[in-house]
């Protein structure tokens, strides 16, 4: 038996050392949540799978163990050191678009896809780079305010506001760790050269949003969850207000997109609050479109047997990150 909310003593160093670096995220300022991690398959150590059970499961050691997932990301020392006491060998996510945005190259094809663009255009890639578990790489750049991008070049994703990636020491299912190639600490963030900012311009592949239903008229639950989400994004921490402004309001836009607000409503609302906070104009209008496409092709479909019929989420995408259903990272 062990004290309660101590990790077992076989899982100590570990959990001394995913802890240590989750809470070295967060003190630079980098919100985190814990991820499921690898697991031997049948006590045998040469072979892993992902800690949720699903033997199945297309993304071992990647998809959240928080029941928000990404929208639980916090920097709170203490939020932190309970979920790593709960679960010692978690994998470490952090969120992305917050303090930095990720280029994710995670196929030789992507490797030689962003050769031939940093040597066509003479460019350099110099802040930090994280080797990824499966043979991957992260690099770092300065955040631009974009969301995330699927397909950016063969083999090449975005990861901006809206994502996150496992990070740095985390064990992938291949039993390899993420780890620095160049840390935080190194160098710093570069500005994301204006090619990828170009590419980044370009509409991405189409979507097809679900319809947006007719706003259920004098819906008490959609006005109080408005109220409630702009409270939230009023007490955003300084440096932090951008991701605080697209993580509530995404949430709001899901209602729109069930017909419990009018999301042009929600846009108003929000753009009121985030330049009584000191957010930008021009930040804030990105912001705010990129969450309403992406929250309106999410809705958070709600339960029809409920007292008011619409006051609980059935859990079709819930409150995971829009750009795949499953939120995927790399």
Not at 87 to 112: K, N, R
Not at 141 to 163: C, S
Request: charged share 20%; proline share 9%.
């Amino acid at each position: 038996m062990t004290r309660c909310g101590q990790p077992p003593p076989a899982a100590t160093a570990d959990w001394s050392r995913m802890l240590h670096a989750a809470l070295g995220y967060a003190h630079r300022g980098l919100p985190v949540f814990p991820c499921q991690h690898p697991v031997p398959v049948h006590g045998q150590l040469d072979r892993l799978g992902c800690s949720c059970g699903n033997r199945g499961c297309s993304r071992p050691g990647k998809h959240p163990l928080t029941r928000h997932g990404l929208h639980d990301a916090t920097t709170d020392s203490q939020v932190i050191r309970g979920w790593w006491r709960r679960w010692p060998d978690a994998s470490i996510a952090v969120s992305t678009g917050v303090a930095f945005d990720v280029l994710d190259l995670d196929s030789p094809a992507g490797v030689e896809a962003i050769r031939k663009l940093v040597a066509g255009h003479g460019l350099s890639l110099s802040g930090p780079v994280v080797r990824t578990g499966s043979g991957g790489w992260h690099y770092l750049l300065a955040p631009i305010g974009e969301g995330n991008r699927v397909g950016l070049l063969e083999g090449v994703d975005w990861r901006g506001m809206g994502g996150y990636v496992i990070a740095p020491p985390s064990r992938h299912i291949s039993a390899t760790r993420y780890r620095w190639v160049r840390g935080l600490d190194d160098t710093a963030l570069p500005a994301t050269p204006q090619p990828l900012r170009d590419l980044l311009a370009r509409p991405g592949p189409a979507r097809h949003p679900a319809p947006v239903r007719p706003v259920a008229v004098g819906d008490g639950y959609g006005r109080a969850a408005l109220a409630a989400e702009l409270d939230l994004f009023g007490q955003a921490p300084v440096g932090q207000r951008n991701y605080w402004l697209n993580r509530r309001v995404f949430r709001c836009y899901q209602l729109a997109a069930d017909g419990l607000l009018d999301p042009d409503q929600v846009t108003a609302r929000f753009s009121d609050t985030a330049h009584a906070i000191g957010l930008g104009e021009p930040e804030t209008r990105r912001t705010l479109a990129s969450a309403r496409r992406a929250g309106l092709a999410n809705p958070r479909t709600m339960r029809a047997d409920t007292p008011t019929g619409r006051s609980r989420s059935r859990g079709t995408r819930g409150d995971q990150p829009p750009e795949r259903c499953d939120g995927r990272s790399r």
